[in-house]
């Protein structure tokens, strides 16, 4: 089944403690992106990557950072999260030749 | 620059139609679409292209007015299913999505 899956879903965590959300898709997808979704915001995109090795900052990349080593994989590393990152975080991914992004089933992070 | 939607909110009866409103301060150049049901992930429903033809899926159709720079989201004789909240979304630049904050759609028997 073509999916983009994210883990973990939900996330506790304190502030400073460094974790990493994962993604990763099936599809052979170039592009991939990270997104958090906050009430009354929308979506806004924290960063994106065009394929391997290529990565750039979505409209709030600030403390956050991205990695792209394989085409399958996109993790999400927040080294010392803070209460502001508290969210909901999806990865999502296209293949170069169309505009659909498909979206992970999001991750829910808390930090307190 | 986010785009803007509107309304942020209605409540419909099924058989009702709707139509969300997007616009943008800057030059669009295309606008995404996508519906996220409650506790679930966003999902694409069209993309509109500068000069494109309105595009249209089942009983949900968009179209684009690059003049006003604004987009439109129609639903024709809403359905439960169509419950959800509908983004629109701009391109900031190559692979830079820009959405807005959401048009929460509900939809009642």
């Known amino acids: 089944e073509a999916q983009v899956t994210q883990n973990p879903r939900y996330l506790i965590t304190v502030t400073g403690k460094k974790l990493t959300v994962t993604c990763s898709q099936n599809?052979?997808?170039?592009?991939m992106s990270w997104y958090r979704q906050d009430p009354g915001l929308g979506l806004r995109q924290i960063y994106y990557?065009?394929?391997?090795?290529?990565?750039d900052k979505g409209d709030v990349p600030e403390g956050y950072k991205v990695s792209r080593k394989e085409k399958r994989n996109f993790p999400l590393i927040l080294e010392s999260p803070s209460p502001n990152q508290t969210s909901l975080y999806f990865c999502?991914?296209?293949?170069?030749?169309?505009?659909?992004?498909?979206f992970g089933p999001g991750t829910r992070l808390t930090v307190t | 620059q986010q785009p803007v939607q509107s309304p942020q909110a209605v409540i419909l009866r099924e058989g009702e139609d709707a139509v969300i409103n997007c616009s943008s301060s800057?030059?669009?150049?295309?606008v995404h679409w996508y519906r996220q049901k409650h506790g679930e992930a966003p999902v694409f429903l069209m993309i509109?292209?500068?000069?494109?033809e309105q595009k249209g899926h089942e009983k949900i159709s968009a179209s684009f007015n690059e003049k006003k720079q604004q987009s439109s989201l129609y639903l024709t004789a809403s359905q439960l299913s169509y419950s959800g909240t509908y983004f629109c979304?701009?391109?900031?630049?190559?692979?830079?999505?820009?959405f807005g904050q959401g048009t929460r759609l509900t939809i009642n028997p």
């Open positions: 999502a991914s296209r293949w170069g030749g169309s505009y659909e992004q498909y």
């Open positions: 599809m052979n997808h170039e592009y």
């Open positions: 990557s065009m394929n391997v090795e290529v990565t």
């Open positions: 800057k030059a669009l150049y295309s």
């Open positions: 509109l292209l500068k000069g494109g």
């Open positions: 979304g701009t391109e900031k630049g190559a692979q830079k999505l820009v």
